[in-house]
């Protein structure tokens, strides 16, 4: 047996192999326990991914929620403008068609820039 030891040692190529063979042996034993380790974690993945996805769920329901709440008050804020510039442009007629108003019953310096008279 010492003949194939000190034949396989003393031939540089067979030397060369031997190295390769137990580099090779040696990550395949440590990527298998890697792999087992992962393999071994799944449920712990799983129960985290339905846990994300029960948040993602919730997440989209307030979204929506949110999106119909904004519709609405985009809704009734352009019903109130619609309003509002109503209530100028009678405001404006008004004090044009009465101009002795204009000191009896002044525009209020919050909309006096939109009266513009």
């Known amino acids: 047996m010492n003949e194939y030891v000190t034949a396989i040692l003393t031939s540089p190529a067979n030397m060369v192999i031997a190295i390769i063979t137990a580099i090779s042996g040696y990550l395949a034993v440590r990527q298998k326990a890697k792999a087992d380790k992962y393999i071994a974690r799944g449920p712990d993945w799983d129960a985290f991914a339905e846990h994300q996805k029960g948040m993602i ?59 513009e008279l």
Request: hydrophobic content about 35%; cysteine-free; charged content about 35%.
């Open 57 to 115: 769920d919730s997440l989209r329901l307030q979204v929506e929620d949110l999106q119909k709440l904004y519709q609405e008050l985009k809704e009734e804020l352009a019903a109130w403008q619609k309003k509002y510039w109503t209530a100028i442009r009678h405001i404006r007629t008004v004090h044009d068609k009465n101009p002795q108003l204009r000191d009896s019953q002044p525009i209020p310096e919050n909309i006096a820039d939109d009266v």
